[in-house]
């Protein structure tokens, strides 16, 4: 069955620090990949997404990710994170076959002053 | 350009009764799908309707249904509410298209007692 899994559960980093939030999904075909970011109170709103090309995509507020399909691999990357950065980061994939999303079970993102 | 609403912000139900749950997509979009968020877990896809007809389900029992109205407003339905269906439920709308974003509401935080 495909999965996401994101194995990281909580990730602290200091203020201007970089970040590396870690995806990789199990899919025989490369599907189509996403980021999301969820604040609370807040919907979840997309970062980036992959379909095709170029391997490193960008996103918004300086989010970039890169997409290695020997490593099955989606990671999420910020050169300094700021501390309105905080929130929790979840990537999904969906197949070619269906519409839905498949979700990773998020990494929560802690930044210290 | 109006975003997705959710209503009601919170609920709470008892075991056994039934739920309605309310979503208006954004303006143009053609497509809404909703996801069950249990706490401290990535949002699992229960169905997507497209043009007023379930367009694909996920693995949840018949209790939960939808219905997808002209105007492209939505609504979920749950009944014979358990305790494990305490959860945040969220509505995303885009369009039709295996590359389109979906676009979330803020969700509706249901707890079951």
């Known amino acids: 069955a495909q999965s996401v899994t994101q194995p990281d559960i909580h990730i602290t980093v200091s203020e201007g620090a970089s970040l590396e939030l870690r995806c990789n999904y199990s899919?025989?075909?490369?599907?189509?990949l996403f980021w999301y970011v969820q604040s609370p109170g807040q919907g979840l709103q997309l970062l980036l997404k992959?379909?095709?090309?170029d391997t490193l995509v960008q996103g918004i507020k300086g989010f970039e990710a890169e997409f290695k399909r020997s490593q099955s691999s989606f990671n999420l990357r910020k050169p300094s994170v700021h501390w309105s950065d905080a929130a929790e980061y979840f990537c999904?994939?969906?197949?070619?076959?269906?519409?839905?999303?498949?979700w990773g079970a998020g990494t929560k993102l802690i930044i210290k002053p | 350009e109006t975003g997705v609403t959710q209503s009601p912000t919170h609920l709470i139900k008892t075991r056994g009764q039934q739920v309605t749950l309310r979503c208006s997509s954004q303006?143009?979009?053609?497509?809404v799908s909703w996801y069950q968020q249990a706490l401290g877990q990535g949002p699992q896809f229960i169905f997507q309707y497209y043009r007023e007809e379930e367009n694909g389900r996920g693995n949840f029992p018949p209790r939960f249904s939808g219905l997808q109205f002209p105007n492209y407003s939505s609504e979920l339905n749950v009944n014979a509410l358990e305790l494990d269906d305490s959860a945040l439920y969220l509505c995303?709308?885009?369009?039709?298209?295996?590359?389109?974003?979906?676009?979330f509401g803020p969700g509706t935080r249901l707890l079951v007692l």
């Open positions: 899919y025989g075909a490369t599907p189509y």
């Open positions: 999904a994939v969906r197949m070619d076959s269906n519409y839905q999303l498949i």
């Open positions: 303006s143009g979009h053609n497509t």
């Open positions: 992959y379909f095709s090309g």
């Open positions: 995303a709308s885009s369009l039709q298209g295996l590359q389109e974003t979906q676009y």
